[in-house]
């Protein structure tokens, strides 16, 4: 690329930040009038509403505005009453209750009506037909409930027109036999639930598409290679997720499988990487679905002053849909940040893990 192309090229990407920016301002304005309405609204953000000295409506204009409102608490979403979060606007359609793994006390709960589907099948669109067939049937091996990952996933097969078998693991209950020191009986629960994923894939010849974890991906694979069984695309989710797995994926364990890794939550949804072709660095990079969700990196001794590009930084979620308004949570998570791409006009998270000062006392399980 010549200089001057480089210089178009950089000039388009920056026309396309702007865009990008000015629809998340107008999509913040257009969630903060419906949740702060009384006829629209979640009982939780009226109530909250009552103690504010501003009217959030009239001063809130765009996502920097967003800081009038302070930091959302985790506290605020752990025990009931879960209906504080129905806005009532949806106060008569039936509600699902996803829940956070549980890693750092009492589960947090997000209420969820559709925001599953329109999350995956944004999701979907990132997919290519080659590793992912319309058509082709999936496999999940993973937790299925209560973090309600088992509805995304179906839903997500479906859309591409297929049928998903599913094996569960609990991570809670792995979690628990870690912390027991329990090993053994880790490693018999483990050979129980790969032993199941192995009957599907052999009973089922269209499973073309399988959902699941860095470690259990690992442990299927020490048991067949998923390649010769006609797997053709893998989608990974994990937090533990890091550049060295991935190549080790990549040219070890799948060879010749497209490989997705995607970081996701119960509070966000679902967060795309950074596309991937042959000779790319390994670093995964991750973007929000902007501007249903937007990524923040800030200094974890001050979270109101932002990182700069390649600096680490604790990251702040901020959720924007007509069923969930979360702005600012400082989550437990820490990563670098990355610029803009043109697929993702807007800022990602490079190399995410566990907070530092976490690290050593957080279970992280099947992640």
Same mark, same amino acid.
């Given at each position: 690329m010549t200089t001057t192309d480089a210089a178009v090229s950089a000039k388009a990407? &920056?026309?396309?930040?702007?865009?990008?920016?000015? %629809?998340?301002?107008a999509h913040v304005r257009e969630m903060v009038q419906w949740h702060f309405d009384p006829d629209t609204g979640a009982p939780f953000w009226i109530d909250y509403a009552t103690a504010l000295d501003f009217d959030p409506r009239r001063e809130i204009g765009g996502y920097d505005d967003l800081k009038l409102l302070g930091h959302f608490q985790d506290e605020w979403l752990r025990g009931g009453p879960v209906r504080k979060w129905v806005p009532k !606007?949806?106060?008569?359609?039936?509600? /699902?209750?996803?829940?956070?793994? @549980?890693?750092?006390?009492?589960?947090?709960?997000?209420?969820?009506i559709r925001d599953f589907h329109t999350? /995956?099948?944004?999701?979907?669109?990132?997919?290519?037909?080659?590793?992912?067939?319309?058509?082709?049937?999936?496999?999940?091996? @993973?937790?299925? @409930?209560?973090?309600?990952?088992?509805? &995304?996933?179906?839903?997500?097969?479906?859309? %591409?027109?297929?049928?998903?078998?599913?094996?569960?693991?609990?991570?809670?209950?792995?979690n628990q036999l870690i912390r027991d020191g329990k090993m053994t009986e880790l490693d018999a629960y483990k050979e129980h639930v790969i032993a199941q994923a192995l009957k599907i894939l052999r009973a089922h010849e269209n499973v073309q598409c399988v959902f699941t974890t860095p470690k259990l991906l690992e442990a299927l694979c020490e048991k067949v290679s998923l390649q010769k069984l006609g797997i053709r695309g893998i989608f990974c989710g994990g937090t533990e997720m890091d &550049?060295?797995?991935? %190549?080790? !994926?990549?040219?070890?364990?799948?060879?010749?499988?497209?490989?997705?890794?995607?970081y996701g939550n119960t509070l966000m949804g679902l967060a795309h990487s950074r596309p991937y072709s042959p000779g790319d660095p390994y670093d995964i990079v991750y973007y929000p679905p902007l501007p249903r969700a937007v990524i923040d990196l800030v200094n974890p001794d001050n979270p109101e002053e932002p990182v700069g590009y390649g600096e680490t930084g604790r990251v702040m979620l901020t959720t924007l849909t007509k069923e969930f308004f979360m702005p600012r949570?400082?989550?437990?998570?820490? &990563?670098?940040? !990355?610029?803009?791409?043109?697929?993702?006009?807007?800022?990602?998270?490079?190399?995410?893990?566990l907070l530092t000062q976490l690290q050593s006392s957080v279970v992280v399980g099947v992640y």
């Amino acid at each position: 690329m010549t200089t001057t192309d480089a210089a178009v090229s950089a000039k388009a990407l &920056a026309l396309r930040v702007d865009e990008a920016r000015a %629809r998340l301002d107008a999509h913040v304005r257009e969630m903060v009038q419906w949740h702060f309405d009384p006829d629209t609204g979640a009982p939780f953000w009226i109530d909250y509403a009552t103690a504010l000295d501003f009217d959030p409506r009239r001063e809130i204009g765009g996502y920097d505005d967003l800081k009038l409102l302070g930091h959302f608490q985790d506290e605020w979403l752990r025990g009931g009453p879960v209906r504080k979060w129905v806005p009532k !606007a949806y106060e008569n359609e039936p509600v /699902y209750v996803f829940e956070t793994g @549980g890693s750092t006390g009492l589960p947090k709960n997000r209420i969820n009506i559709r925001d599953f589907h329109t999350d /995956y099948e944004l999701f979907s669109d990132s997919l290519s037909d080659e590793g992912f067939p319309r058509g082709g049937d999936w496999l999940m091996l @993973g937790p299925t @409930g209560p973090r309600r990952l088992r509805l &995304a996933v179906e839903h997500l097969a479906q859309v %591409r027109g297929g049928i998903c078998f599913f094996v569960d693991m609990d991570p809670r209950w792995v979690n628990q036999l870690i912390r027991d020191g329990k090993m053994t009986e880790l490693d018999a629960y483990k050979e129980h639930v790969i032993a199941q994923a192995l009957k599907i894939l052999r009973a089922h010849e269209n499973v073309q598409c399988v959902f699941t974890t860095p470690k259990l991906l690992e442990a299927l694979c020490e048991k067949v290679s998923l390649q010769k069984l006609g797997i053709r695309g893998i989608f990974c989710g994990g937090t533990e997720m890091d &550049a060295q797995f991935n %190549r080790f !994926a990549r040219e070890e364990l799948i060879p010749g499988i497209e490989f997705v890794p995607t970081y996701g939550n119960t509070l966000m949804g679902l967060a795309h990487s950074r596309p991937y072709s042959p000779g790319d660095p390994y670093d995964i990079v991750y973007y929000p679905p902007l501007p249903r969700a937007v990524i923040d990196l800030v200094n974890p001794d001050n979270p109101e002053e932002p990182v700069g590009y390649g600096e680490t930084g604790r990251v702040m979620l901020t959720t924007l849909t007509k069923e969930f308004f979360m702005p600012r949570f400082l989550e437990r998570d820490e &990563a670098e940040r !990355a610029a803009p791409i043109e697929e993702y006009p807007w800022d990602g998270v490079e190399n995410l893990r566990l907070l530092t000062q976490l690290q050593s006392s957080v279970v992280v399980g099947v992640y």
